[in-house]
Nanobody, 129 residues
Framework: QVQLVESGGGLVQAGGSLRLSCAAS????????MGWFRQAPGKEREFVAGIKWNSASTLYLDSVEGRFTISRDNAKNTVYLQMNSLKPEDTAVYYC??????????????????????WGQGTQVTVSS
């Protein structure tokens, strides 16, 4: 079992920045892919960014590439999402998720939220115009 706790959301003006953190605890290991998803009211939950726990390999939603950066600190068991040049359309609840892949020869960053095994409680990000 893995527990995920997000923090860092808030209200920011368009063009501003926020950094989200996701602290993982419990049975963590290097055989995880960590992802950030978001869900706006009335919309499907969508993949934002993902990172392999054992490498620097990342994947981004096209509309955030170049503005958002996902990173991890293995020593702190924490994943970050640095969000710059925020736009009103980035407004959503942001969730951290973990995809356990214990038998994979090589970890794969998946974009479907149903593929992830553990979820945080979510943190609200609101970008005003």
């Amino acid at each position: 079992q893995v527990q995920l706790v997000e923090s860092g959301g808030g209200l920011v003006q368009a063009g501003g920045s926020l950094r989200l953190s996701c602290a993982a605890s419990g049975r963590t290991s290097s055989r995880y892919v960590m992802g950030w998803f978001r869900q706006a009211p009335g919309k499907e939950r969508e993949f934002v960014a993902g990172i392999k726990w054992n490498s620097a390999s990342t994947l981004y939603l096209d509309s955030v590439e170049g503005r958002f950066t996902i990173s991890r600190d293995n020593a702190k068991n924490t994943v970050y999402l640095q969000m710059n040049s925020l736009k009103p359309e980035d407004t959503a609840v942001y969730y951290c998720a973990a995809d356990r892949q214990p038998f994979a020869l090589e970890l794969v960053v998946k974009t479907l939220w149903t593929e992830y095994d553990y979820w945080g409680q979510g943190t609200q990000v609101t970008v005003s115009s």
